[in-house]
Nanobody
Framework: QVHMVESGGGSVQAGGSLRLSCAAS??????????MGWFRQAPGKEREGVAIIFRDAGGTFYTNSVKGRFTISQDIANNTLYLQMNSLKPEDTAKYYC????????????????????WGQGTQVTVST
């Protein structure tokens, strides 16, 4: 069974920083993973893709609202994904999920939830004014 566990969430004031981590179990074979990413869902809103990293090409995708503030990175050897979040804003408040895709369609549609087979349970990020 593949398990993905997020950590690092919490409550911060606007302008602060958090670093999220996502540890995937050894059952997630990195040879078959094409994309890994962070998604978030705020109350009453749809889940949205925030930052995606493309395993083969090494490129990244960021949604416009986080560009220049968030950085996604990975430690392939340890099957760990990170999201450094700086200059946090109240609108960043959401539950953040990590996900992994073994479907290479994720390259052309990186924020499509249905491309991602494996998901964590999420970690809450709350940004106050």
């Amino acid at each position: 069974q593949v398990h993905m566990v997020e950590s690092g969430g919490g409550s911060v004031q606007a302008g602060g920083s958090l670093r999220l981590s996502c540890a995937a179990s050894a059952y997630l074979d990195s040879r078959y993973v094409h994309c890994m990413g962070w998604f978030r869902q705020a109350p009453g809103k749809e889940r949205e893709g925030v930052a995606i990293i493309f395993r083969d090409a090494g490129g990244t995708f960021y949604t416009n609202s986080v560009k220049g503030r968030f950085t996604i990175s990975q430690d392939i050897a340890n099957n760990t994904l990170y999201l450094q979040m700086n200059s946090l804003k109240p609108e960043d408040t959401a539950k953040y999920y990590c996900a992994a895709s073994e479907n290479d369609y994720c390259y052309s549609n990186p924020t499509n939830l249905y491309e991602y087979k494996y998901w964590g349970q999420g970690t809450q990020v709350t940004v106050s004014t």
